[in-house]
């Protein structure tokens, strides 16, 4: 009976140790990370910038679309009813 037990004893060991090499490689990732999140991206930097630009264009750009709207559905391509 010692003897199975031991031999799954001795795996379960074998195993551990196998985890714990590979774990070793996985303890920088979280400082990696952290270290990564704090840069600044230059898109954020560019959008912090051209913001107010940004907003200003799409007001526009909306209701340029909605006036193509209008203008095709009812001159461009009328329905006939």
Known sequence: ????????????LDGVRQV???FWLFIPLPVF????DQQVCSVQL????ALPVL???S?????????????F????YP???
Request: proline share 0%; glycine share 2%; charged share 5%.
């Open 33 to 36: 990370w952290a270290l990564y």
């Open 59 to 71: 007001v526009y750009q909306s209701v340029w679309i909605v006036v193509q709207c209008c203008v």
């Open 46 to 49: 560019l959008v912090s910038f």
């Open 1 to 12: 009976m010692c003897g199975v037990l031991c031999t799954l004893q001795m795996t379960f």
């Open 73 to 76: 559905v009812f001159k461009i």
């Open 79 to 81: 329905r006939s009813i």
């Open 55 to 57: 907003l200003h264009f």
């Open 20 to 22: 714990l090499h590979v």
